[in-house]
């Protein structure tokens, strides 16, 4: 039997009861609807996070304090006070570290910040002049941290885009003054927006001189006196010093430290610390895939359901069929065609709302006035889920569509 001749079969065998046909291929709708939106948003996070990290900076190594071990209790890794303000000093050195370009210490906290009628809990993060070009942030109003407000402890402070904007709205806070902690801080600049979703957004913070934040806001040193940091920064060359970067970061760490076995400092590289959270997301991605997979299995069941209702309410026709001479395979292609065409005509259908549910969910989001939520469909999840859709389709209609074609014609005859 020609396929058309077996597609126009399985359509007139579908259209016999349209409501129960519709029903079926509702269910692959509602299952592909579901993997392309729940996809997309898993697949909206990595970008996001891609470009957060990519708008840090370029070539850039973070050196981060390491683990501890006390009464025998390890801690975990970043949760010691073992890097000072002296090792970012140190690591500047361009005769014992010439793959290093720059390096810009930070040092982070929290704190309640008042200004006027408005107050929020936010990072407060201590910096250096560095960091503006290190972690590539530019200035949108005003001024960065300078030398001399480093040295002298200044009470100034630089707003990222969204605090200013929960604080002071449309107007410029340049100038004008804040409290963080009980302590009043005049606003020299505001930066440009970054933006970013999840994982820290990096406009939710208020950058102030390092030295001003150690010994006024959260004064904390190691047991030899150093000035702690949370982590240090670095830049290398370029693309191609890093490795060498790396190893000169650790010879003069492990130095200052006087290490003998275990490092107390960790160093990962951007790369390093992008791939870690690609997989993450990635594992995020796969694991919303197969919840929304749930509902593509019950359509699929649902498919089946169908084919052999189908089957036996047709049990006659194929009798007189295969009286007339048709083969087992003309029958079972048949169908299959059929199963095939609920499958693929759902998984068309769950295309097209998927991808308008993944465009209306960031609107959605957007007038709630929750945080932004990019959505992505890219043509491979688009491709995988039709895929899926035509696959469920021929595997589901493989039962029903053996059972038809194995059916005693002279039986087949004598069904009521």
Do not use: C, W
């Not at 697949?43 to 900076?57: D, K, L, N, Y």
């Not at 390092?210 to 670095?234: E, F, H, K």
């Amino acid at each position: 039997m020609p396929i058309t001749e077996g597609v126009f079969l399985a359509l007139r065998g579908l259209s016999a009861n349209k409501l129960r046909s519709a029903l079926t291929v509702l269910g692959i709708v509602i299952g592909i609807t579901a993997v392309i939106a729940l996809m997309s948003i898993g697949r909206g996070v990595q970008e996001s996070v891609t470009a957060q990290f990519q708008g840090m900076g370029t070539n850039l190594i973070f050196v981060r304090p390491g683990s501890t071990t006390s009464g025998g209790v390890r801690s975990a890794s970043g949760s010691s006070t073992t890097l000072t303000l002296e090792d970012a000093e140190a690591l500047v050195d361009a005769d014992r570290a010439p793959a290093v370009l720059a390096v810009a210490p930070e040092r982070m906290t929290f704190g309640q910040v008042v200004a006027g009628p408005q107050n929020m809990n936010t990072r407060i993060v201590g910096v250096t002049p560095d960091y503006e070009t290190v972690r590539n942030f530019t200035v949108a109003d005003g001024e960065f941290v300078n030398n001399q407000q480093v040295q002298g402890r200044s009470t100034v402070a630089l707003l990222g885009a969204n605090v200013a904007t929960t604080l002071f709205g449309d107007v410029s806070p340049v100038g004008q003054n804040i409290m963080i902690n009980k302590r009043r801080f005049r606003v020299i600049g505001t930066l440009e927006r970054k933006g970013g979703t999840g994982f820290g957004s990096q406009d939710e913070q208020i950058f102030i001189p390092i030295t001003t934040l150690m010994y006024r806001l959260d004064a904390q040193r190691t047991a030899r006196g150093g000035r702690t940091v949370s982590s240090i920064n670095v830049q290398a060359v370029d693309e191609q010093s890093i490795n060498e970067a790396v190893a000169q970061i650790g010879v003069i760490l492990r130095e200052r430290h006087r290490i003998t076995r275990e490092d107390d400092f960790t160093v990962m590289t951007q790369e390093d610390t992008l791939a870690a959270m690609q997989q993450v997301t990635g594992v995020m991605t796969l694991f919303l895939g197969a919840i929304a997979g749930i509902s593509l299995l019950v359509g699929g069941i649902g498919i089946m359901n169908i084919m052999l209702v189908s089957v036996t309410e047709r049990t006659r026709e194929i009798g007189i069929r295969k009286a007339l001479g048709a083969k087992r395979r003309d029958i079972l292609t048949q169908f299959m065609i059929e199963a095939t065409v609920l499958s693929v005509v759902g998984g068309a259908l769950g295309i097209v709302f998927g991808a308008l549910v993944a465009n209306v969910i960031p609107m959605f989001m957007s007038q709630q006035g929750s945080t932004p939520l990019k959505t992505v469909v890219s043509p491979d999840i688009v491709l995988f889920a039709f895929g899926v859709s035509a696959a469920i389709g021929l595997f589901f209609g493989i039962y029903p569509s053996n059972r038809a074609a194995g059916l005693n014609p002279i039986e087949a005859l004598r069904y009521e």
